[in-house]
């Protein structure tokens, strides 16, 4: 069965740290993985896409990477703020043509002032 | 401005009742998609649409029903036949690959809290 897994499922750090979030994913024959922000109550909010034959993407202070091999993706969260604060999902699909995201649980990330 | 829109945000059920939940897109997406979320959990695929007047069952189909007559609108009816229909329901969509846009991004809604009186 293809699965998502996220760990730590909640993170609580002070700011201006650097941290990474870590998802794995069982088969490593993916399209493309996807990281979203969600805040309480609201919808999705797509941060990176990486696609399979990609390594990682980078936008601002986060980097995306991924190792398809290993079946691992990380986010890396650079100088960290209290904005920072949110659940982070990660998302993988394994079909082209616009097939349905396989999703984490999550990790919920709490940036201290 | 081009979105998803879902309404409406807050959702109540009675028993035995069945209800609609609407998700309309103007981004001109082939692709429609519902998922269900519940506390502490990720997202899981209850139907999901790649075409006008085509759909597919997703992981958590039972007690959920869907039509896909517009390419803009992807409406969701909750069954009564759904026992334990609390949660966040959220709409997203999708465009195939195009030059300079990042392939296939799913896009979602501000969801819609279904809850049971």
Known sequence: KQEVTQIPAALSVPEGENLVLNCSFTDSAIYNLQWFRQDPGKGLTSLLLIQSSQREQTSGRLNASLDKSSGRSTLYIAASQPGDSATYLCAVSWGSGNTPLVFGKGTRLSVIA | ?117
């Open chain 2, 1 to 117: 401005d081009g979105g998803i829109t879902q309404s409406p945000k807050y959702l109540f059920r009675k028993e035995g009742q069945n209800v609609t939940l609407s998700c309309e897109q103007n981004l001109n997406h082939d692709a429609m998609y519902w998922y269900r979320q519940d506390p502490g959990q990720g997202l899981r695929l209850i139907y999901y649409s790649q075409i006008v007047n085509d759909f597919q069952k997703g992981d958590i189909a039972e007690g959920y029903s869907v039509s896909r007559e517009k390419k803009e609108s992807f409406p969701l009816t909750v069954t009564s036949a759904q026992k334990n229909p609390t949660a966040f329901y959220l709409c997203a969509s999708s465009i195939r690959g195009r030059p300079n846009t990042p392939r296939e991004t799913q896009y979602f809604g501000p969801g819609t809290r279904l809850l049971v009186l």
